[in-house]
Nanobody
Framework: QVQLVESGGGWVRPGGSLTLSCVASGSIFDINDMAWYRQAPGKQRELVAV???????NYHESVKGRFTISGNRVKNTVQLQMNSLKPEDTAVYYCQMQVRTDVMRNTYDDFWGRGAQVTVAS
């Protein structure tokens, strides 16, 4: 199958920066969308940013101008550069990819990482 592993989380002061990275491994024939989600305590998981196959990107309104998503479909990686971090950005961040694992079937399945904690506090 496919495994996604995130790295780069941690603690940062307000106004600081962090970069999250995610690498996929396993039976990968092709990757469609690559995305980052987050879930804060007591809240539902929300889409933060998505990098589509045609390299189109979309962002949650609250992170526009501060976060940048970049995907590499040769290395099977996706990064999230987070600048000007705010306390409300505190959450567990999850990497998600739509992966085609079977060359004989033109279908894509969703795979998730286990999450990386990001804490923004003074």
């Amino acid at each position: 199958q496919v495994q996604l592993v995130e790295s780069g989380g941690g603690w940062v002061r307000p106004g600081g920066s962090l970069t999250l990275s995610c690498v996929a491994s396993g039976s990968i024939f092709d990757i469609n969308d690559m995305a980052w989600y987050r879930q804060a305590p007591g809240k539902q998981r929300e889409l933060v940013a998505v990098n589509s196959y045609g390299h189109n990107t979309n962002y949650h309104e609250s992170v526009k101008g501060r976060f940048t998503i970049s995907g590499n479909r040769v290395k099977n990686t996706v990064q999230l550069q987070m600048n000007s971090l705010k306390p409300e950005d505190t959450a567990v961040y999850y990497c998600q990819m739509q992966v085609r694992t079977d060359v004989m079937r033109n279908t894509y399945d969703d795979f998730w990482g286990r999450g990386a904690q990001v804490t923004v506090a003074s």
